[in-house]
């Protein structure tokens, strides 16, 4: 399965205002307008499993589409501390928009992806289909 990338800027600012825009972003975070969940991908001889860690968040904040095997798992973490009386020194959390996509293999069932949220875990469940079988032996003449 390979990961789609986006967003690469952050590796190689182009300016030093930018390097400077970026760590001030990073050191407040309740500020930012979109965040990268961490992401562990698996697979089995049966299927491929995501899991992206997203505590916090309902599983209607989620949405998870499949189009032209792209599969693209997006959602909103909203910043709702707004509690009187109480002075925020440091906020690590991160809120915001995130958008995560995959280029799933041709031997996926696309029909039976399952996602389940439980325990600030997004797990979606990738099937494959044993009858697509993707590798073959080249004879050598």
């Known amino acids: 399965m390979k990961v789609a990338r986006r967003n690469t800027d952050w590796l190689l600012p182009n300016t030093v205002d930018s390097f400077f825009d970026r760590f001030y972003t990073d050191t407040n975070s309740a ?8 992401t562990d991908i698996a697979e089995t001889d049966n299927e491929f499993e ?10 209607e904040d989620f949405k998870v589409d499949l189009n032209n095997g ?11 501390k707004e509690e009187t009386g109480k ?13 995560k996509s995959f280029q799933l ?4 069932v696309a029909k039976k992806i399952e996602a ?20 073959s032996e080249i004879l050598v003449k």
């Open 31 to 38: 500020t930012r307008s979109a965040f990268v969940p961490k």
């Open 50 to 59: 995501i899991q992206l860690a997203v505590p916090g968040m309902q599983k």
């Open 70 to 80: 792209l599969l693209t798992i997006s959602g909103e973490r909203k910043f709702d």
């Open 87 to 99: 002075n925020f020194y440091s906020i690590q959390t991160e809120y915001g928009n995130f958008s």
């Open 105 to 108: 293999p041709e031997d996926v």
């Open 116 to 135: 389940t949220y439980e325990s600030g875990i997004l797990n979606v469940i990738v099937p494959k289909d044993k009858s697509k079988k993707l590798t």
